[in-house]
Each structure stands twice: as C-alpha cells, then as structure tokens.
C-alpha cells in the first residue's frame, strides 16, 4: 500500500466525518439548543437596578433610516475587550450590560463543545458556585454527542478539522431573581452561525446558519458566571432576521467585535 494512498484513505474519512459532524450537529441544535435577548444596564461596572428588557434597542424608527427600523439598521453593540485569558476562556468582563453580553459571546466563540476536556475546563472556570451540577451536565451533552457521531465518547476533535463559530447579534433581557439585586441576574440569547474547515484548508459546503443559544449569566464575585439556577425564568424572543422589524422590536441588536 502507498503512503499517498493511505494519506488519500485518511482525507476522505477525515471528510466524512466532517460531514457527519455538521450534519448531526445541526440536527442536535435543533432538539437540545437554546436562544436570547438584550438587558441593559449602565456601564460604569456595575450592574444598575433599573436595568429593563431589550433598553438596547433604540425606537422603531429612526430619522435617517427609510421604513421600520431593523437589526441591520440600527446600532450595534460594541463587545467589550477582556482583559485576560484563563483555563481557555476571555477574563476581565465589567459588570454592565456590554460587559455581560460580551462575556456570553467571547466564551460561546471559543466554547470546545465537542472536546469535553477542554470544555470541562472552560466550564469549570466560569460556572457560578451556585450551580454545582452545570460543569457535569454540559460535558454530558459533548458526550452523547461525541457518540451520536461515532466518535469516543471522550476527546477532542480529528486533527485535520476545526471549527469557527461566529456570532452576529445578541437579545439580552434582565431577570428578575429571587434574593437577587434587580439586574444582577440577565439571560443573552445568541445568534449565530458555525462552519467547518476540513483537511487542506476545505470549507464546509454546508454550514450551520442562523443558530441560537441562550445562557443566563450572573454577576457574582466580580465577574459574569453562568448559572442554571433560573432556568425557569427563561423566556423566549421571536426569532431573529437581521431585516426583521419584529427582531429589532424585540431586542435584536447586532454585534461589532473589539478591534
């Protein structure tokens, strides 16, 4: 046997795995993802007690724009930069709307979410002391999704593939929680999009567009830590279009990474 023959063998499965991965992926999304929404506070660090569901959003219309106002339209979110990097996730988010928005969106970009050491990891570094159980069951999820691809059910990705997630706009609201100073406690919904890169730089054909997640996220010993405490306070925003009026009415705001 060739070893051109056998690089070629490995390429082609390396291939099909990444098609696998996608292909599942988007179909686990469907069933087990999450979705968001934008709170605003002041930004002088800490969080402010009259913050208010979708303050972000602007008026429906605007002077310079012609028709309703949309996500595409109007003004951006700027992420906040972190100021320090631990255990693979960005640290040093202030305590203020953008400071906690930026906080989702940094650790959703760089989340492993299919290496569930690394996740560990990461979890472990920005799970709130009051959620004992959240490191364990988010790392349970990687893994039965590792299976569900037919990959161990422990590890990290094939070499020759990575992934990109990329997020476009943001709906955060404040959540009102019990024992809880009011807008210490904000629930981010994401959207976002996800593309593969296979062997020898190959992009995937077929990406997953248009995705969401929520998190709620708490201020808590001077920095955002996630938390699945409130779950039942969640609630749910209609979906996102970047030329939607109804998104731009419900919170949408999209986001302009730091440079």
């Known amino acids: 046997m060739s070893v051109d023959s056998s690089r070629g063998r490995k390429a082609r499965r390396a291939r099909l795995v990444l098609v696998a991965i996608v292909v599942a992926v988007a179909a686990l999304l469907v ?3 999450f979705t968001a929404a934008t709170l605003m506070r002041d930004d002088k660090g800490q969080p402010h007690a009259d913050a208010s569901p979708s303050a972000s959003a602007p ?6 724009a012609a028709g309703p106002m949309t996500p595409e339209k109007g003004k951006k979110t700027t992420l906040r930069k972190p100021t320090g990097q631990k255990d693979g996730v960005s640290t040093g988010f202030p305590g203020s709307p953008s ?7 940094y650790f959703w970009e760089e989340y492993a979410w299919l290496d569930d050491e690394k996740a560990h990891q990461q979890l472990t570094a920005v799970a709130s002391k009051d959620s004992p159980g959240y490191v364990d069951k988010r790392v349970s999820e990687i893994r039965t999704m590792r299976e569900a691809l037919g990959l161990p059910p422990s590890g990290g990705i094939p070499a020759d593939i990575s992934f990109t997630t990329a997020v476009h706009a943001t709906r955060a609201t404040t959540v009102h929680a019990p024992g809880q100073p009011v807008g ?3 629930q981010v919904w994401l959207s976002y ?4 890169t296979g062997p020898k730089g190959g992009r995937d054909e077929n990406p997953l567009r248009g995705e969401t997640v929520d998190f709620i996220v708490k201020w808590q010993d001077g920095a955002w830590k996630f938390t699945d405490e ?3 306070l969640r609630s749910f925003p209609v979906a996102y279009e970047p030329t939607s009026p109804y998104a731009w009415d419900d919170g949408w705001v999209q986001v302009l990474h730091a440079n």
């Open 184 to 186: 210490h406690v904000m």
């Open 230 to 232: 409130f779950d039942s």
């Open 193 to 196: 999009d996800r593309f593969a």
């Open 31 to 33: 069933i087990g993802g």
């Open 59 to 64: 008026a429906s219309t605007s002077p310079g």
């Open 99 to 105: 400071g906690g928005i930026s906080a989702v969106v």
